[in-house]
């Protein structure tokens, strides 16, 4: 029981936003965005993976987004393949923006398919079983 | 253990033969503050982390040489793929981030309170490993990622997928790099030794660095450390550290560090190479106020396969 709760704590902790490589500074964790559009790209790499976003504007324009997340293996354990998100799929996802307002921010939680998907979940520790 | 060098260590000058009496393995029980506060006690007997190792070598009547044939036994069969049990961004996985069990000296104190005045009037920070560079020991045990430890007859790796990371343990019999011909580096120079099922090891030769980002300490380029690993069941590894710093610690710091196993049905979780110039997008800058920002973003297709803006352009 202790150990379960030692378990969540870890993946609490992350959850807050927390970015394991580097600084968050310049990401607002005061503020949440809520941004629709389809897949452009999903970028998975390390250190970081980036989603990138295609929103088309109210005057018809588009602008790409990018969302950051945890690297590949982070986002496996979160249950996100790279193959979950293929170029053109409708996607609606929460971020923490930047600060400076560029069209970027920390990934949070994204819905794709009827499908909620969170990246931050890849810092539970599920363990192996023997 | 060859006993030639372990008489060279017994009777070097920095040995010093103290009547102290032998900690072993405590569990982390219902118990754990009363062992915790003993394996303290324990590092505090000793003037420095090169008598502790003596003492613990001694205690080990030298150590035991491990075998091929030894490796099939679950106390040294350490695969899998493994993770930080727990603790967050806290070297002390006890506490929070945001707390310190670490006896400070007034050195260390004044760093550390730096860290929070700076932090408080710019609201952020610049992680000096947003470039890919090592993360460095002691800090090395609070990455989160993925690892994986391989054990063998005269080495030990401890992998960390973060930056492709790995802290080699000779168990040989050999002694450290002379001092003449010594110089520092993230993960310094790591001997050891096993006694029952046990990984005992002494690291020297570090370079400073903070034991993690936001209000955890700093340590110095002098900082040592004395490590006992042992698995404590079949998903498990724990270690206890001993942080010796003379600049930045008032004693030595004593903390349990652990890994778990994780679930790996499929075999996706692998580990895999770390590079920042892989994806342009993660080019993390330090500003002039002493926090971060990311490059200009370019947003384009197969970017992350690019090596450069230039390149793009």
């Not at chain 2, 994986?148 to 960390?160: A, G, H, K, R």
């Not at chain 2, 190479?273 to 297709?301: A, H, M, P, R």
Request: proline share 5%; aromatic share 12%; charged share 25%.
């Amino acid at each position: 029981m202790k150990k379960n709760i030692a378990l969540l704590l870890m993946s609490c902790f992350f959850a807050q936003g927390v970015m394991a490589h580097h600084s968050a500074a310049m990401f607002d964790f005061n503020k949440v965005i809520d941004v629709s559009g389809v897949v452009k790209e999903f970028q998975y790499t390390n250190p970081h993976s980036w989603l990138l976003v295609d929103v088309t504007n109210e005057d018809g324009t588009v602008t790409t987004w990018g969302f950051e997340a945890e690297g590949p293996s982070t986002l496996m354990r979160a249950g996100i393949r790279k193959s979950d998100l293929p170029a053109g799929t409708p996607i609606s996802i929460r971020a923490n923006p930047m600060k400076d307002g560029r069209t970027a921010g920390a990934w949070i939680d994204a819905v794709i398919n009827g499908k909620m998907i969170n990246p931050r979940n890849g810092f539970a520790v599920t363990p192996a079983s023997r | 253990m060859k006993k030639f060098t372990l008489l060279l260590m017994m009777f070097s000058p920095a040995y010093q033969a103290l009547s102290q009496e032998y900690v072993g393995w405590l569990p982390k029980d219902e118990n754990w503050q009363d062992n915790k506060s003993q394996l303290q006690a324990f590092g505090e007997a000793f003037e420095n982390s090169w008598s502790m190792y003596l003492f613990l070598l001694e205690s080990a009547d030298g150590g035991e040489m491990l075998s091929w044939q030894d490796m099939s036994a679950p106390a040294y069969d350490w695969s899998g793929i493994f993770t930080r049990t727990s603790g967050g961004l806290s070297f002390d996985p006890d506490i929070s981030a945001d707390e310190t069990t670490a006896k400070l000296t007034e050195a260390g104190r004044a760093v550390r309170q730096q860290k929070i005045a700076d932090m408080e009037s710019t609201g952020g920070e610049y992680d000096p490993i947003s470039d890919c560079r090592p993360p460095g020991h002691p800090r090395w045990a609070t990455e989160p990622f993925l690892h994986e430890f391989v054990v063998t007859p005269d080495q030990t790796w401890l992998i960390n997928e973060m930056v492709n990371d790995v802290r080699r343990v000779y168990t040989d019999g050999r002694a450290h790099t002379s001092v003449e011909d010594a110089y520092a580096s993230a993960n310094g120079d790591t001997i050891g030794f096993w006694t029952s099922g046990m990984l005992v090891m002494h690291t020297k030769y570090l370079i400073p660095g903070q034991y993690q980002r936001g209000t955890q300490p700093d340590y110095s380029g002098e900082v040592e450390l004395v490590e006992r690993w042992r698995k404590i069941d079949e998903i498990t590894l724990e270690a206890d550290f001993w942080v010796f710093d003379p600049i930045h610690l008032s004693q030595p710091w004593y903390t349990r560090q652990s890994w778990t196993e994780l679930a790996n049905d499929d075999n996706y979780l692998r580990i895999r190479y770390w590079d920042c110039g892989e994806n342009q997008n993660n080019v993390i800058l330090e500003k002039e106020d002493g926090t971060s920002q990311f490059l200009d973003f370019d947003f384009i297709e197969d970017d992350a396969a690019a090596s450069s803006d230039e390149e793009i352009r």
